[in-house]
């Protein structure tokens, strides 16, 4: 496997690589326009070869009114001028490939924007034309279809329709979406969305794209046969296993298109990679993740997980399982652009109602930002050394918490805007990257940033913690690299402790990984010490920690 000269030339690279995930308008802006961009990623890719990464996975860069943070697409096959052009897109990605870093887009197959051409055209269309069949438009019911036509939910608004009139639709027709209404669904038993999706797919693979992270991959097909079904279970807040027969969720056609999609990843050398995002069922999972489909699916059990040894042992166990199921890797992650930031839940205490806390400005309880990180670091450090993939949101190798204070009239999360302000949302895990201690916008770039840094930004940012062997940012670096240099057959066995709150499990190489999650100091085991999240003391393990060594 070469990494001298850009990318290795491994077909398996995909099944444990350590992939890092860029949300674009967060992450380094060279425009000035106060939103990260293309030339951004491309002007950090030395601090991107600094971490030994294998991939990087764009969230959704195209045009976009960001109504959903860009997951709301105008356009599937161009870049959205506020991030840059084509030509950007290209040349960031030579640069990253001549560094030996893969590349990810974001897909997003369930909805379009309410902007995109298909959709103005839909709404400008008589109900029955071809138009409008490439939604899911309906009649409502009620004497003069005054009522949406099912009672299903959106997962951002009370109900999962919209008439049309809002988009000044002169019909009286309603159009399903399962997130804002700026996000209509798109009808997957019309061939022609299938089609352009393909289309859309061989843009960017021929592009040189090497992966794709299927958004939402669960929900595209829907049980669409009249009369429509009313809502037999909230599908979507609690996956079912129900035999792929469900409304909206999780139905077996959906393997149907992603056989399709596995055709064309597969006749490009080296085959185009995808990891799908199904909150389904888990039994449902390794369905999505076969190599006759995405191949892989992101596992999203550590992001809840207790902090402690027996529910990390539990993820594990379950994850592995399944991924020998169907020859797929796992896929690990702590965080990702959905999420409160990892060190925040690990710093507040367990019995805190994080979604209560968020909504009233962090005010409610302190956060322990020393050991929110300690922890987030040592969870980090410990799912580096299991076989399989590893997911890295931007910003958490620097152990960054949570934004909780946005001031009202800044948030841009649909989830806040169209919940009648009963959820905060997720912009404060979505605020630009400190890269300098201190100066305009923590050198994220000129122009104010589209969501505000706090104060206390400049003590996580690159600059601060760069070179300091101790800081996160430091060890993150060590634990990717020796990663690199250790990663071996996709194996784990585990190694009693004496104490309960102390995980060790080693690889069939030697490659011995120990955690102390809560407690007193735990005896380091006998070994040499390749990396450890916090000093030894007096030979001991210190609480929130963990060690890699060689038996
Ligand atoms: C999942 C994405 O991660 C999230 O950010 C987005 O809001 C929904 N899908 C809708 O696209």
């Given at each position: 496997m070469s990494l001298s000269h850009g990318l290795s030339t491994d077909k398996n690279w995909w099944r444990q690589a350590a992939i890092y995930q860029i949300y674009p308008r967060s992450f380094a802006d060279a425009d000035?326009?106060?939103?990260?961009?293309?030339?951004?990623?491309?002007?950090?890719?030395?601090?991107?070869?600094?971490?030994?990464?294998?991939?990087?996975?764009?969230?959704?860069f195209y045009p976009s009114a960001l109504a959903d943070g860009g997951y709301d697409v105008d356009d599937y096959r161009n870049v959205d001028p506020k991030l840059g052009t084509l030509d950007d897109f290209d040349e960031m990605l030579a640069a990253l490939h001549n560094v030996g870093i893969r590349v990810f887009v974001d897909i997003v197959p369930n909805h379009s924007s309410n902007l995109h051409q298909w959709f103005k055209d839909a709404i400008a269309s008589a109900p029955g034309s071809a138009e409008r069949n490439r939604y899911i438009f309906r009649d409502g019911r009620g004497a003069n279809g005054e009522l949406p036509p099912t009672d299903w939910p959106s997962h951002f608004a009370p109900s999962a329709w919209t008439h049309e009139s809002v988009w000044g639709g002169e019909g009286n027709q309603w159009y399903m979406h399962w997130f804002a209404p700026e996000q209509p669904d798109w009808n997957w038993d019309n061939p022609e969305v299938e089609a352009d999706f393909l289309a859309t797919l061989k843009f960017w693979a021929d592009r040189g794209v090497d992966g794709f992270r299927i958004d939402v991959a669960h929900a595209l097909k829907k049980d669409l046969s009249e009369p429509l079904r009313m809502r037999a279970t909230m599908e979507y807040e609690e996956p079912r296993d129900l035999n792929g027969t469900g409304i909206l969720m999780d139905r077996n056609e959906v393997l149907e298109v992603y056989k399709t999609w596995r055709t064309l990843f597969n006749s490009y050398d080296p085959p185009r990679v995808a990891v799908a995002e199904a909150n389904v069922?888990?039994?449902?999972?390794?369905?999505?993740?076969?190599?006759?489909?995405?191949?892989?699916?992101?596992?999203?059990?550590?992001?809840?997980?207790?902090?402690?040894?027996?529910?990390?042992?539990h993820c594990v166990t379950d994850s592995l399982e399944m991924a020998k199921k169907n020859n797929s890797s796992t896929t690990w992650t702590l965080g990702n652009h959905d999420q409160m930031r990892y060190a925040t839940k690990q710093g507040l205490h367990p019995v805190v109602d994080r979604d209560e806390w968020l909504l009233g400005n962090g005010t409610s309880h302190p956060v322990d930002f020393e050991i929110g990180t300690q922890c987030s670091v040592a969870a980090n450090v410990f799912i580096l050394a299991l076989p399989g993939c590893t997911y890295i949101y931007q910003g958490d190798e620097l152990g960054i918490h949570e934004v909780a204070d946005i001031p009202e009239d800044q948030i841009q999360d649909p989830i806040y805007l169209r919940n009648h302000k009963k959820a905060k949302g997720r912009d404060g895990a979505r605020v630009p990257l400190p890269w300098t201690r201190a100066g305009e916008n923590f050198g994220f770039g000129d122009g104010s940033p589209h969501l505000p840094q706090p104060e206390w930004f400049g003590s996580y940012s690159v600059e601060a913690e760069d070179g300091v062997p101790e800081s996160p940012l430091e060890i993150f670096r060590k634990a990717l690299k020796l990663r690199r240099e250790l990663q071996c057959a996709e194996e784990i066995t585990w190694h009693k402790t004496s104490r309960e709150n102390v995980l060790h499990f080693s690889r069939p190489n030697g490659w011995n990984c120990i955690t102390n999650f809560k407690g007193g100091r735990y005896p380091m085991p006998k070994g040499e010490v390749l990396l450890t999240t916090q000093p030894l003391v007096d030979g001991k393990i210190p609480s929130g920690t963990t060690v890699w060594f060689k038996a």
């Open positions: 000035g326009n106060g939103i990260g961009d293309l030339k951004g990623v491309t002007s950090r890719v030395d601090y991107l070869k600094s971490l030994s990464l294998d991939a990087v996975w764009l969230s959704p069922h888990p039994s449902r999972l390794p369905l999505y993740a076969s190599e006759e489909t995405l191949g892989q699916c992101f596992d999203f059990r550590f992001i809840d997980a207790t902090f402690d040894s027996a529910s990390f042992k």
